[in-house]
Each structure stands twice: as structure tokens, then as C-alpha cells.
């Protein structure tokens, strides 16, 4: 079982930067993939952003060039930047964990284990 929690969300002025950040136990965190996924009321849970166990990374066309996503294994910790938020990125974002090294990254069912997730709202 691998626990994982969000922390770091807030309320933000468009135009800001905020940094989300996620950790997850286990003492095998280096082979994991992590992803983020944000979701806003009414709406479904999107894909966000990923990295894998080889670093490699995946955004989401509406963040790319403003979120950055990186992972420090010795601290078993995933984190998100999101800078020049604008209202429309106002969501609960979540951060996920696969353990089975697969393939669709971008996809919520590859996602083995979830946490609860972290509040961020931007205001106009």
C-alpha cells in the first residue's frame, strides 16, 4: 500500500505562481510515476502533468510553458510550479502514484494510488 498526500495549495492572484507538493510512501518511490490531475467542480479529473521513473515529463497542452513538474527521490516527494496561473486553473488537484511502470501516463486508470487532494484557487 502506498500512501500519498498532497500539500502547498492556496488562493493566488492570476498571474501568480504557486508550488503543490505531494509525497508518497514506500522505499521503492524512485521506480514510481507520479502525476498530477486537477479537478474543478462540475467537471471531470483531467490530466495535468507527469513525470516517470526515468524523469521523463508530460503536460497537458493548457499548462504547458507555465507548469513544471519534478520529483527528489531521497524525499520521496513529486512537486508541481504553476506560474502565470490564470482563473480557468482554479481546481482540487490531485497527485497519483503508479507502481507498475505503465505506459499511458496521461490516463487516470493507470493511477494505482490517489491522494486527497489540495485546494488551488485563482482569483481574477
Known amino acids: 500500500q502506498v500512501r500519498v498526500v498532497e500539500s502547498g495549495g492556496g488562493l493566488v492572484q492570476a498571474g501568480g505562481s504557486l508550488r503543490v507538493s505531494c509525497t508518497a510512501s514506500?522505499?521503492?518511490?524512485?521506480?514510481?510515476?507520479m502525476g498530477w490531475f486537477r479537478q474543478a467542480p462540475g467537471k471531470e479529473r483531467d490530466f495535468v502533468a507527469a513525470?516517470?521513473?526515468?524523469?521523463?515529463?508530460y503536460y497537458a497542452d493548457s499548462v504547458k510553458g507555465r507548469f513544471t513538474i519534478s520529483r527528489d527521490n531521497a524525499e520521496n516527494t513529486v512537486y508541481l510550479q504553476m506560474n502565470s496561473l490564470k482563473p480557468e486553473d482554479t481546481a482540487l488537484y490531485y497527485c497519483?502514484?503508479?507502481?507498475?511502470?505503465?505506459?499511458?501516463?496521461?490516463?487516470?486508470?493507470?493511477?494505482?494510488?490517489w491522494g486527497q487532494g489540495t485546494q488551488v484557487t485563482v482569483s481574477s
Open positions: 514506500g522505499r521503492t518511490f524512485s521506480s514510481y510515476t
Open positions: 497519483a502514484a503508479d507502481v507498475d511502470r505503465s505506459i499511458l501516463v496521461t490516463s487516470r486508470d493507470t493511477y494505482d494510488y
Open positions: 513525470i516517470t521513473w526515468t524523469d521523463s515529463t
